[in-house]
């Protein structure tokens, strides 16, 4: 079975440009999580969704920041403007359930310049 | 604020011996609880969880759950170089939310 994709795996983008980070999640799977690591703060949730809908968003730094779960099988992480504190790893991740066991994409590297 | 706790490391110990990592955590009602190892560059990737009280066995890894205590830990028998990486635990405070991570214990496995 594939596991959760993500894409672009890498992404270099000028402060002030907008970014879309996006993500497929493991067929099947109830819960999507977006986080973002960096070394100084470690993993921090960012948002999660739970059958489509957006459960918690209480991580999501900035109006920024938007997420976006359509269908079950895609999500989107939108960044408008990106600025260089952006500069992190983006994973998503997908879960039976929320609660469960969670299953984490390869992640996306943002670099803000 | 519900928390988990992990030392930071880095654990250091030689090849062979059995390494171990600590977890604490603040919520009581915790109820399943999770062991994560992600490699320098790579994604956070599962290798065990554990529900119930006691050891939970599964190769060469062991989870341990004293819930009285608010305490798992993970131990490595036979620690090989390639066991060297950042250790997540992670904790489900209650049903229906999202795991809570610690920070990580970085281990390293001389040869």
């Known amino acids: 079975d594939a596991g959760v994709i993500q894409s672009p795996r890498h992404e270099v983008t000028e402060m002030g440009q907008e970014v879309t980070l996006r993500c497929k999640p493991i067929s099947g799977h109830n819960s999507l999580f977006w986080y973002r690591q960096t070394m100084m703060r470690g993993l921090e949730l960012l948002i999660y969704?739970?059958?489509?809908?957006?459960?918690?968003d209480s991580g999501m730094p900035e109006d920024r920041f938007s997420a976006k779960m359509p269908n079950a099988s895609f999500s989107t992480l939108k960044i408008q403007p990106s600025e260089p504190r952006d500069s992190a790893v983006y994973f998503c991740?997908?879960?039976?359930?929320?609660?469960?066991?969670?299953?984490f994409g390869p992640g996306t590297r943002l670099t803000v310049t | 604020q519900k928390e988990v706790e992990q030392n930071s490391g880095p654990l250091s110990v030689p090849e062979g011996a059995i390494a171990s990592l600590n977890c604490t955590y603040s919520?009581?009602?915790?109820?399943?609880f999770f062991w994560y190892r992600q490699y320098s560059g790579k994604s956070p990737e599962l290798i065990m969880f554990i529900y119930s009280n006691g050891d939970k066995e599964d190769g060469r890894f062991t989870a341990q759950l004293n819930k009285a205590s608010q305490y798992v830990s993970l131990l490595i028998r036979d620690s090989q170089p390639s066991d060297s990486a950042t250790y997540l635990c992670a904790v489900n405070t209650q049903a229906g939310t999202a795991l809570i991570f610690g920070k990580g214990t970085t281990l390293s496995v001389s040869s």
């Open positions: 991740a997908s879960s039976p359930g929320t609660g469960f066991e969670q299953y």
């Open positions: 969704f739970n059958n489509n809908v957006p459960i918690d």
């Open positions: 919520d009581r009602g915790s109820q399943s």
